[in-house]
Nanobody, 115 residues
């Protein structure tokens, strides 16, 4: 059974940083593309970033230069470094299987950017 457990969210001021983690189990993590998606209050699910099995990164335009996706295949863990956070980044963040985030998702971790 695929299991994805996110952590690392929290409350941060504009301009601040957070590092999200996603612990994966139940499948061969090293062979799967992964991604991060988010859902802001009252809005639909939005793809944020994806990474291929061999660590090629992909980003939506609005987070390029601010967010960095990475993976540690030995630890079956996916990461998302969030820098220069903006209020518009406030959302529940989910990791998901597949580079477009259309696979299995975890339970999410809340990121709130507010002064």
């Amino acid at each position: 059974e695929v299991q994805l457990v996110e952590s690392g969210g929290g409350l941060v001021q504009p301009g601040g940083s957070l590092r999200l983690s996603c612990a994966a189990s139940g499948f061969t993590f090293a062979l799967r593309a992964m991604s991060w998606v988010r859902q802001a209050p009252g809005k639909g699910l939005e793809w944020v970033s994806g990474i291929s099995y061999d660590s090629r990164p992909y980003y939506r335009e609005s987070v390029k230069g601010r967010f960095t996706i990475s993976r540690d295949n030995a630890k079956s863990t996916l990461y998302l470094q969030l820098n220069s956070l903006q209020t518009e980044d406030t959302a529940m963040y989910y990791c998901a299987t597949g580079v477009k985030g259309d696979g299995t998702r975890g339970q999410g971790t809340q990121v709130t950017v507010s002064s």
